[in-house]
């Protein structure tokens, strides 16, 4: 019964087929009759079907051989007196050696659940045969001239270079890091300690030479941006009293102070000279002492780690 029915049905779809294949059959032809291998050349391909018919035309998914698809250009359905018209063009390239060369590509029509292939006729187009006898054995030409070669940066090169220059100066880091960071802080310090004495006691000799209460004031400013600095707290902006207090009331800070408040506001310098030199002095050796104190905390900082 089942092999009955499907003969039926067979019976029922080979005249429709055969009547699409023969009133239905798309178009199809090459652009130009002889090709080279390898060039370009279209092959236009028009269908014109009821317009209630739904068509769909070869994708690039289609085998085109013997010819390679290079580009396709679909274009939009025209309808006219209910005749609808759907054509594309392939642009095709082969590399076959044959001397005639066909295609003959199809439509699908679909009809309810069933698709058509209807085929176009074959068209065929010649290939140009450039070399005509070839002479055994080959003869090779032989060319020795040097070709330019363009030159080009090498990133990968560079980019190697760069990730390991990059890990070397890690692993320095990582080894020697607080080594480096150390001594960096020593070379600043006596940097600065150094340029501080310099200027101090261009003061203190200025002030020994001219007895100006000038000088006295621009060394006690420089004494106490120096510290501010050093002690890193704003001992700058601080009173004498708050100053000796932040030195934990140390005498010869307290002496050498008060003694240059009297020579610079109270104009007294010039009846004790010798005392206010000796506050400079006094000043001057606190400034060595809190730089040498400083130095040895940051040379012992690896041991108290």
């Known amino acids: 019964m089942r092999k009955l029915v499907l003969f039926l049905s067979l019976l029922y779809l080979w005249p429709a087929a055969a009547k699409c294949q023969q009133e239905q059959q798309p178009s199809g032809s090459f652009s130009r009759d002889t090709i080279k291998i390898g060039e370009l050349v279209q092959y236009s391909l028009v269908f014109k079907h009821p317009a209630t018919q739904e068509v769909i035309l070869p994708s690039e998914k289609y085998n085109f051989t ?96 760069v990730f390991a220059s990059v890990t070397l100066i890690a692993l320095i880091w990582i080894i020697f890091g607080q080594s480096i960071k150390r001594r960096y802080k020593l070379y600043r310090l006596r940097k600065d300690h150094v340029y501080f004495a ?17 000088s006295i004031e621009k060394g006690v400013s420089l004494w106490k941006n120096y510290l501010t600095k050093l002690e890193r707290s704003a001992i700058n902006s601080f009173t004498t009293k708050e100053i000796v207090e932040f030195y934990d009331n140390d ?53 108290n780690r």
């Open 66 to 161: 013997p010819f390679e698809l290079v580009q396709k250009n679909y274009y939009p359905t025209s309808t006219e007196n209910g005749i609808s018209k759907d054509s594309a063009v392939y642009t095709l390239r082969t590399f076959e050696t044959y001397a005639n060369q066909q295609l003959a590509l199809p439509v699908f029509i679909l009809h309810q659940r069933d698709t058509l292939k209807v085929f176009a006729k074959a068209k065929t187009v010649h290939l140009q045969q450039l070399v005509q006898q070839v002479e055994e054995p080959l003869q090779v030409k032989a060319d020795l001239r040097l070709a330019t070669v363009e030159e080009r940066f090498n990133w990968p090169e560079l980019l190697l270079w």
């Open 198 to 214: 310099s200027r101090f006691n261009s003061h203190k000799d200025r002030f020994e030479k001219s007895g100006a209460a000038a």
């Open 251 to 303: 005498e010869e800070v307290n002496t050498a102070l008060r003694i240059c408040d009297k020579a610079i506001y109270g104009n007294l310098h010039s009846e004790s000279e010798g005392e206010t030199n000796l506050a400079l002095s006094m000043l001057r050796r606190v400034a060595k002492d809190r730089y040498r104190t400083h130095r040895e905390l940051i040379k012992n900082a690896r041991f």
